[in-house]
Nanobody, 125 residues
Framework: QVQLVESGGGLVQAGGSLRLSCAAS????????MGWFRQAPGKERDFVAA????????YYADSMKDRFTISRDNAKNTVFLQLNSLKPEDTAVYYC??????????????????WGQGTQVTVSS
């Protein structure tokens, strides 16, 4: 089992950047694929990005791949999401998640067993 805690959200102007972090507990972090999802008010939770166990392969939602970057540091049990060129429509709660399912890519929320509490990102126009 793994526990996840996100941080780094906040209020930023359109065009700005944020770096989200997700710290994981436990000694088995490197055995999990990691993903980021987001949920805007009144909308479903959407896939944002995922990274494989060894960090060598990354996957993105089409609308975000040119602006967002996912990475991980297995030595520090942390996964990151760099958000650049933010737009008001990026406003949402961002969640990190961990999956022990053996497949790539993992882009469906149902495939992730463990979730953080979320961090709010608000982009003003």
């Amino acid at each position: 089992q793994v526990q996840l805690v996100e941080s780094g959200g906040g209020l930023v102007q359109a065009g700005g950047s944020l770096r989200l972090s997700c710290a994981a507990s436990g000694r088995t972090f490197s055995t999990y694929s990691m993903g980021w999802f987001r949920q805007a008010p009144g909308k479903e939770r959407d896939f944002v990005a995922a990274v494989t166990r060894n960090g060598l392969h990354t996957y993105y939602a089409d609308s975000m791949k040119d602006r967002f970057t996912i990475s991980r540091d297995n030595a520090k049990n942390t996964v990151f999401l760099q958000l650049n060129s933010l737009k008001p429509e990026d406003t949402a709660v961002y969640y990190c998640a961990a999956s022990n399912i053996i497949k790539v890519p993992i882009t469906t929320s149902a495939d992730y067993a463990y979730w953080g509490q979320g961090t709010q990102v608000t982009v003003s126009s």
